[in-house]
């Protein structure tokens, strides 16, 4: 992300906290999905378990 593209993200949490949470989900989605695909076959359980504990985070949030 460019510094500028940065700035406007900042602008736009601080206006609204449904934006900043909603953009924390995202980048958390985006963090298993990495995880998931590192693991690919030969971890399922543990991609399984964190697909779960992200769920888990999106209900908590609302």
């Not at 989900?25 to 963090?31: H, P, S, T, Y």
Request: aromatic content about 12%; some cysteine; overall charge positive.
């Amino acid at each position: 992300m460019t510094e500028h593209q940065r700035s406007y993200l900042e602008r736009y949490q601080r206006l609204s906290k449904d934006l900043k949470r909603a953009h924390e989900l995202k980048e958390a989605c985006n963090v298993w999905f990495e995880i998931a695909k590192a693991n690919r076959e030969n971890n399922l359980l543990d991609t399984k378990e964190r697909l779960y504990q992200f769920y888990d985070v999106v209900k908590a949030s609302g």
